[in-house]
């Protein structure tokens, strides 16, 4: 496991757990990850982050999933105040994988050279498995905010501010807040839904209006 110092108790449950705990400075998401991977010292790894876990489906695939691909696709969903929210349902994941198959990229929602939202590639042929991975990242509205905070001002200091690219940005916030509500059907779940589906739909424009501040 690699931990950057956390201040709760992550190593001494790992260490428990039986794990190998390697600790490391904070640097960027990529960079975490890309660290881990190569200190990975079997054939596979299973990439978690630590609000994440396995259902009971998901953990007998695992087990039993054959070795004649490179990789699996996870379902993963998303909880928000103890909630799944559709628009955060069935994600899917590369996050079982052959460790010498596979890259890490950024895919930033806001600017193309934020190192966030980065997500795994695998070169050879890839299998999806049953089950789901849940993810439990927003407990209370206060997380979500203090992450989204965070998320949008990392995609800004990489952002050239522009008058013209927030007034886009804003633009395409109107279509965007009804794909979710529609299509991805956080109309559906009702306030949390459509808080979430709020914010999500403004994401770049918040992103690029600090950029216009900065």
């Given at each position: ?21 390697v600790q ?96 795994w590639t ?17 407990p209370d ?74």
């Amino acid at each position: 496991m690699l931990d950057a110092y956390s201040r709760d108790h992550t190593v001494q449950f790992a260490r428990g757990a039986g794990a190998v705990v390697v600790q490391r400075e904070w640097t960027n998401y990529v960079d975490a990850r890309s660290f881990a991977l190569a200190s990975v010292g079997t054939p596979w790894a299973l990439m978690l982050d630590a609000d994440e876990a396995l259902d009971d489906v998901l953990c007998e695939a695992i087990g039993e999933a054959p070795e004649d691909v490179d990789g699996y696709i996870v379902r993963r969903t998303t909880y928000f105040c103890g909630h799944p929210l559709r628009m955060w349902r069935n994600e899917p994941l590369l996050r079982l994988f052959r460790t010498d198959r596979v890259t890490l990229k950024a895919n930033p929602a806001a600017s193309a050279d934020a190192l966030l939202h980065e997500a795994w590639t695998c070169a050879g042929e890839v299998g999806e498995l049953r089950g789901t991975l849940l993810h439990f990242s927003y407990p209370d509205v206060a997380s979500y905010r203090a992450k989204y905070d965070r998320y949008t001002s990392l995609e800004a200091e990489r952002m050239r501010g522009s008058f013209l690219g927030f007034i886009g940005a804003c633009a395409a916030s109107l279509p965007r807040l009804a794909w979710l509500l529609l299509r991805k059907g956080a109309l559906l779940d009702g306030p949390r839904g459509w808080y979430v589906a709020y914010y999500s739909a403004i994401y770049p424009a918040v992103a690029m209006g600090k950029a216009l501040l900065q």
